[in-house]
T-cell receptor, first 114, second 112 residues
Framework: AQSVSQHNHHVILSEAASLELGCNYS??????LFWYVQYPGQHLQLLLK??????LVKGIKGFEAEFIKSKFSFNLRKPSVQWSDTAEYFC????????????FGQGTTLQVKP | KAGVTQTPRYLIKTRGQQVTLSCSPI?????VSWYQQTPGQGLQFLFE???????NKGNFPGRFSGRQFSNSRSEMNVSTLELGDSALYLC???????????FGSGTRLTVV
């Protein structure tokens, strides 16, 4: 069965520090990859997505992610975090085409200290 | 444009009862998916509907069911509620998967 693993469950950073959240998936075929963010009290919002093409994907709010097919990874990065980035981050995989089934990782809680 | 709307926002039900949750997708979106979010299990896929047909199904018991109407609005029903069904139920809609999936704010179900 397909699965998604997020290595960091809880990350604490100071403002201006760099961020990298790990995400690995288990599926050998074509995948579509997503990062979602859930700010406190708000709904899930799409940060960025990868379907094909350039493996370095840029999203909203200065986030980017790199798809490394050989490592089955899709890590999220941001050069300099802000207090407002405090949230829970979810990596998700969508296998194949024409399917609305997303498999989510367990999530990473990011706390940014001012 | 309006986002994904889920109603009601909060529900409290008694064990053994049934409940119906509603989801109105973004206008023009034909795919509607449902997820259950709990602290212990995280986000788990329930099912997806596309053009009134169930296209995908997750690993949930038959007590969980859904349907989609011709206007793409979707409902999910949980019968014979159990305490473990307490969760945040999320709905997501998409025009085509490549555009990503937009989530609603969810319905918080508490079973007592």
């Amino acid at each position: 069965a397909q699965s998604v693993s997020q290595h960091n469950h809880h990350v604490i950073l100071s403002e201006a520090a760099s961020l990298e959240l790990g995400c690995n998936y288990s599926y050998g075929g074509t995948v579509n990859l997503f990062w979602y963010v859930q700010y406190p009290g708000q709904h899930l919002q799409l940060l960025l997505k990868y379907f094909s093409g350039d493996p370095l994907v840029k999203g909203i709010k200065g986030f980017e992610a790199e798809f490394i097919k050989s490592k089955f990874s899709f890590n999220l990065r941001k050069p300099s975090v802000q207090w407002s980035d405090t949230a829970e981050y979810f990596c998700a995989v969508n296998v194949g085409s024409n399917t609305g089934k997303l498999i989510f990782g367990q999530g990473t809680t990011l706390q940014v200290k001012p | 444009k309006a986002g994904v709307t889920q109603t009601p926002r909060y529900l409290i039900k008694t064990r053994g009862q049934q409940v119906t949750l509603s989801c109105s997708p973004i206008s023009g979106h034909r795919s509607v998916s449902w997820y259950q979010q709990t602290p212990g299990q995280g986000l788990q896929f329930l099912f997806e509907y596309f053009s009134e047909t169930q296209r995908n199904k997750g690993n949930f018991p038959g007590r969980f069911s859904g349907r989609q109407f011709s206007n793409s609005r979707s409902e999910m029903n949980v019968s014979t509620l159990e305490l473990g069904d307490s969760a945040l139920y999320l709905c997501a809609s998409s025009f085509e998967g490549r555009n990503g999936y937009t989530f609603g704010s969810g319905t918080r179900l508490t079973v007592v």
